[in-house]
T-cell receptor, first 113, second 114 residues
Framework: DAGVIQSPRHEVTEMGQEVTLRCKPI?????LFWYRQTMMRGLELLIY????????DSGMPEDRFSAKMPNASFSTLKIQPSEPRDSAVYFC???????????FGQGTRLTVV | AQSVSQHNHHVILSEAASLELGCNYS??????LFWYVQYPGQHLQLLLK??????LVKGIKGFEAEFIKSKFSFNLRKPSVQWSDTAEYFC????????????FGQGTTLQVKP
């Protein structure tokens, strides 16, 4: 398996623009997580899905952030409109079952100028 | 709500020194515990995990961790660090009693001087 695949790897956008981050989990995994990593706040859980259903989105910073998982092999994290404080590395991770370890993608480094 | 606390934010060691990174979690039920490592510019990779059984678990690259239930702790250790261990280390907790939420500590940056 190719592992968790995220795209793009790097994104530079202007403030106010819409940004869409994409994730393809490992085939057969039923949990998908979105994390944001910054120097100040560390690794924050934004939202996670089980069998394509959002379970907990309490970590989503505000209404500008939204996430979807239309099927078992694809998820998106959208920021609209983007702001400079959204600059961070966004990681997607997936796991098989409720208790096992999660496997991480390479991350998307987002810079909002 | 579950939470994870890592006591050391930045640790500097010389090669061959021993390492211990602290991790405490807050959750009253059954937990699964993990340590991940993130090398500069890379994604998180699993070092070791604890689900049940022997509370002393061994991972890759000579790392080990001990689960002490009474202290809600899962400290990471390595007897002799190498320059290549320079990285950020994250402790994580996943509770088996609820819906599978996976929470990470703030991370500890380890710098090993050659």
């Amino acid at each position: 398996d190719a592992g968790v695949i995220q795209s793009p790897r790097h994104e530079v956008t202007e403030m106010g623009q819409e940004v869409t981050l994409r994730c393809k989990p490992i085939s057969g995994h039923d949990y998908l997580f979105w994390y944001r990593q910054t120097m100040m706040r560390g690794l924050e859980l934004l939202i996670y899905f089980n069998n394509n259903v959002p379970i907990d989105d309490s970590g989503m910073p505000e209404d500008r952030f939204s996430a979807k998982m239309p099927n078992a092999s694809f998820s998106t994290l959208k920021i609209q409109p983007s702001e400079p404080r959204d600059s961070a590395v966004y990681f997607c991770a997936s796991s098989l079952e409720r208790v096992t370890e999660a496997f991480f993608g390479q991350g998307t480094r987002l810079t909002v100028v | 709500a579950q939470s994870v606390s890592q006591h050391n934010h930045h640790v500097i060691l010389s090669e061959a020194a021993s390492l211990e990174l602290g991790c405490n979690y807050s959750y009253g039920g059954t937990v699964n515990l993990f340590w991940y490592v993130q090398y500069p510019g890379q994604h998180l990779q699993l070092l070791l995990k604890y689900f049940s059984g022997d509370p002393l678990v061994k991972g890759i690259k000579g790392f080990e961790a001990e689960f002490i239930k009474s202290k809600f702790s899962f400290n990471l250790r390595k007897p002799s660090v190498q320059w290549s261990d320079t990285a950020e280390y994250f402790c994580a907790v996943r509770t088996s009693g609820n819906t599978g939420k996976l929470i990470f500590g703030q991370g500890t940056t380890l710098q090993v001087k050659p």
